[in-house]
């Protein structure tokens, strides 16, 4: 079993920035891919941006430029640094890996953008 913890959301203005960090721990032998997920109210959950082990990215076309994804192997950790908050970002934030095909999800975490 795997378990995911979730930290640094919260109440940004406009213009602000954030930093997510998602902790994964237990039966672990390697990760795949670490990602960032979020679910607006009455939205589907969207991608927001994964990174592979071996650090390749991908990102929403609404957070290019603005969001950057990274992780820590060694300590399967994944972090979402987010720059230039608008309110449409404003969502909660779901954390979730893939270890060995299985994917496990956080318990998420809300970001609000407002002024």
């Known amino acids: 079993q795997v378990q995911l913890v979730e930290s640094g959301g919260g109440l940004v203005q406009p213009g602000g920035s954030l930093r997510l960090s998602c902790a994964a721990s237990?039966?672990?032998?390697?990760?795949?891919?670490m990602g960032w997920y979020r679910q607006a109210p009455g939205k589907q959950r969207e991608l927001v941006a994964i990174?592979?082990?071996?650090?390749?990215?991908k990102y929403a076309d609404s957070v290019k430029g603005r969001f950057t994804i990274s992780r820590d192997n060694a300590k399967n950790t994944v972090s979402l640094q987010m720059n230039s908050l608008k309110p449409e970002d404003t969502a909660v934030y779901y954390c979730?890996?893939?270890?060995?095909?299985?994917?496990?999800w956080g318990q998420g975490t809300q970001v609000t953008v407002s002024s």
């Open positions: 237990g039966s672990i032998f390697s990760i795949n891919v």
């Open positions: 979730n890996v893939d270890v060995e095909g299985r994917h496990y």
């Open positions: 990174i592979t082990s071996g650090g390749s990215t």
